[in-house]
């Protein structure tokens, strides 16, 4: 028999605290369907949204950076 209780009251603020001190949230809009053909494309490369996302705009920043070097 499994002796899991959940989600801790403990557990819950020491997430919160890592999240305060160390992300943060972007949000974005985007013309309904959009999300749902992002979010597509993110599980096809195996990917979360938020994960892809942030690829994408890794790879775009890297490119800039290396045009201006």
């Given at each position: 028999?499994?002796?899991?209780?959940?989600?801790?009251?403990?557990?819950?603020?020491?997430?919160?605290?890592?999240?305060?001190?160390?992300?943060?949230?972007?949000?974005?809009?985007?013309?309904?369907g959009a999300r749902a053909r992002y979010k597509a494309l993110a599980e096809?490369?195996?990917?979360?949204?938020?994960?892809?996302?942030?690829?994408?705009?890794?790879?775009?920043?890297?490119?800039?950076?290396?045009?201006?070097?």
């Amino acid at each position: 028999m499994s002796t899991y209780r959940g989600y801790t009251p403990a557990q819950n603020k020491a997430t919160q605290k890592y999240q305060k001190e160390n992300l943060e949230q972007i949000a974005i809009r985007v013309p309904k369907g959009a999300r749902a053909r992002y979010k597509a494309l993110a599980e096809r490369r195996g990917e979360s949204l938020a994960g892809l996302i942030c690829r994408l705009l890794d790879a775009e920043d890297a490119a800039d950076a290396a045009d201006k070097g």
